[in-house]
């Protein structure tokens, strides 16, 4: 029966959307608030993705939508999209291969029913459709949760962003192309998803209204951008840059290699001095030492030489003694 309720309750909402869409009136409310949409992901209305998340398939991003500013809302009949809708030739929302994964209304909300009312409430992910009533009279405004009985205020208080109103996921599917991709709420005329394919297409519009008013309500979106990266390209400098590093590497590894050759055959050289000099100091004391046996023979020579020398002389002497002997005799 709550479905039954409800289901009516939207069509007959939808149907008063369609004719004010046909009125063209988009008043806003008479104590000057102007009914807010924030959409967010986290506390930010902006999310970047890289190119190297989306190649590795979906990405999902959380998302909660919020009323930080209310002139008195009793119901609403929202169409999101993202960028422009991307619709196709029948009239179809695409939106670039983006969509709702889930969702519902947020518990706790920031609108809370107050005893014995329950709020109609139908959300598609799907078709990226909400519809909202409040009331089943349509005379009665929804009341903040956070402050009892408030039918209307402004963002400057201090709960405004206390509870969300609607929580979701948006997945943006892998490879999307780089560039920035807007999830908003259209506030263009479309064909009503219920009857695309038939003989008569029905045209909707996002519509809000307020408890005693019989204008829709003005309002505005603060949207939720994704911004999808491009995928990083190493540029030609940075390749060269990236080559001469290399290469001046390699040299300073080949000039290393040829200095440390080059200290290797110094000290070879030096290695071959000594020994050269070595060589040549032995020689030196060879030689030297073949000078000295030299000298030494000859001082013995010398001396031999004398011995004969007085001996020969003594024989002299003798024969001479003789001599003078056999005289006297």
Request: proline share 3%.
């Amino acid at each position: 029966m709550h479905l039954k309720n409800l289901l009516s309750a939207s069509i007959a909402f939808c149907m008063t959307a369609t004719s004010l869409i046909g009125a063209g009136i988009l008043n806003a409310s008479a104590t000057g608030e102007l009914l807010t949409f924030d959409i967010r992901s986290g506390e930010k209305n902006t999310v970047t993705v890289s190119a190297k998340e989306l190649a590795a398939g979906a990405y999902t991003v959380p998302v909660s939508m919020y009323i930080p500013e209310n002139p008195g809302l009793c119901a609403m009949n929202l169409k999101f999209q993202v960028n422009d809708g991307q619709i196709d030739d029948k009239n179809a929302f695409q939106n670039y291969g983006f969509k709702l994964n889930g969702g519902k209304f947020a518990e706790p909300n920031v609108f809370a029913a107050q005893e014995g009312e329950e709020p109609m409430e139908y959300f598609s992910a799907t078709n990226m459709n909400l519809t909202w009533v409040y009331s089943g009279d349509g005379n009665t405004n929804g009341v903040a949760a956070a402050e009892a009985n408030t039918t209307s205020w402004l963002s400057s208080v201090s709960w405004a962003y206390e509870n969300a109103f609607l929580v979701t996921e948006l997945v943006v599917p892998a490879n999307t192309p780089a560039g920035e991709y807007t999830f908003t709420i259209r506030t263009e005329p479309f064909v009503n998803a219920m009857s695309i394919g038939s003989e008569k297409q029905q045209m909707s519009r996002s519509k809000c209204k307020g408890a005693n008013v019989n204008d829709a309500l003005e309002f505005k979106v603060i949207p939720l951008t994704v911004k999808v990266e491009a995928e990083q390209q190493t540029t030609a400098s940075e390749t060269v840059s990236a080559t001469t590093s290399q290469s001046a590497s390699a040299t300073t590894a080949s000039e290393t290699v040829s200095a440390t050759t080059s200290q290797s055959a110094s000290a070879t050289t030096a290695s071959e001095t000594v020994s050269a000099t070595t060589s040549q100091s032995a020689s030196a004391t060879t030689a030297s030492e073949t000078v000295s046996a030299t000298t030494s023979q000859s001082a013995s020579a010398t001396t031999a030489s004398e011995t004969v020398s007085a001996s020969t002389s003594q024989s002299a002497s003798a024969t001479t003694a003789s001599e003078t002997v056999s005289a006297s005799t």
